[in-house]
């Protein structure tokens, strides 16, 4: 499949709506006169669905990302007609925000979903406002789908968003694709409407997740919590059937823009760029992480594998340098404020440790970064160390691997990445957990003879490239399509 044949018109859906938590612009207030202004957001998702929703003049649905009461409907329309689909704008309150953004969808569902059990706040209040904000989310696709419109919601911010519309009488198809981990029944019986979520995915009529692990965790959970549903994993996309219906279950990786990626990455700014960081780093060997904050993602314990590394091979001093961008992110979630003072007092003592004239072993960068200095950095690095405890898929690892036009480069991946199912025979896959595995890694990717260093790169670019985000929409939809005639 490639993105040459998305949705061609024999679909058996006329429109595609899709509804996420957020719109795919950003609104905002101009300083000087005062009007809302929008920008576009920018992302692979982004770009591969709005190519769909124009081709099918499509709907998205979401939340703008302001609280304000203030009508946008002249400005979406008026980017909607630029962009060649509708943009409808779901209003929420700061205290809606509160409770089922930063509340039930980050301090009880990613903590769990990430299997970080400890940080999750199961307060009712949460979850109250979490099917309330789920409500406000049906009653819009309600006033703004016709019958033959197939309906795509992303992520965990709106997991009960199909129980809603079935209890509002909807009976078109509805998808839903889950962008980060499933647990295991271990962990997720810990959740105290594990009943009512596992319910409320059932009303979708077919689940999307990152990687056969995700998919198997989900229907383990369906079989360990629910009665009255056979459930027949043989195929790629199992099917879980009840005397009335039938759900179709699959695994369906995420991947980037690679063409995009590609072409930026190649081009004379960005190689320039990268040639500029490599003189300003005196043509060290350069590891690089670039995380988002977050305690998922496992920041600590790759600065602590690198103090690790540098304790025991005396030949990395004055030769490596790991430069670590973290990218702002909650930072009104309780915990992050710590997390973010932990990784600083750690770069802190690293370098009061081991720096030397003209060289600080960790070049730490904590701000936002335009794409095209992005790529920039991936270009100028030797060695990629991602490393998160626990991540859906980690397009930063596909990102990587795209921007390196010279195949140059090592990518060191934690197991516990969806990615590393796809990348496992190429990148040096490490326990995030294991402080002198991840550090013999980098030992050894510091040492990678550049015969192999090309092998594995070329390796892992032909699979992104052979899998790209508008692959990711097509098997998606066509799999949808595939299920149009199964019984509701």
Known sequence: MSHQNEQNNSSPFSRLVVVSNRLPITVSKNDDSGQWQSGPSIGGLVTALTSVLKKRKGMWIGWPGITEEVNLDTLLARVGQ??????????????????????FSNEVMWPLFHDIQSNCNFDPAYWYAYQVVNQKFAKAI???????????????????????????????????????????????????????????????DLLGFQTPRDRNNFVY?????????????????????????????????ISIDFNGFTRLSASSKVTNMAAQLRRAMNNRCILLGVDRLDYSKGIPEKLRAFRNALERYDDLHNKVALIQIVVPSRKDIP??????????GLVGEINGEFSQPGWVPVQYMFRNFERAEILAYYRASDVAVITPLKDGMNLV???????????????????FAGAAMQFRKNALLVNPYDIEGIADALYRAYQMESAEQKWRMRKLRRSVARRDVYWWVDFFLQTAASGMAAPR
Request: with cysteine; net charge negative.
């Open 335 to 344: 915990g992050y404020q710590s997390l973010l003072a932990e990784i600083e």
């Open 397 to 415: 690892a596909k990102e990587y691997c795209a921007a390196h036009v010279d195949n140059r480069g090592v990518l060191v991946l934690s197991e």
């Open 82 to 103: 630029e962009s060649g689909y509708t943009l409808k704008s779901i209003s929420l309150t700061k205290e809606e925000i509160d409770s089922y953004y930063f509340g």
């Open 142 to 204: 309600v006033e703004n789908i016709s019958s033959n419109d197939y309906v795509w919601v992303h992520d965990y911010h709106l997991v009960m968003v199909a129980k809603e519309l079935r209890n509002l009488g909807v009976k078109n198809k509805i998808g839903y694709f889950l962008h980060i981990p499933f647990p295991s029944p271990d962990a997720f019986v810990r959740m105290p409407w594990r009943i009512q979520i596992l319910e409320a995915l059932l009303e979708f």
């Open 221 to 253: 959970c369906v079989e360990a919590v629910l009665r009255g549903f056979r459930v027949d994993t043989r195929r790629q996309v199992a099917t879980i059937k009840t005397p009335q219906r039938q759900i179709q279950v699959g695994s369906f990786p």
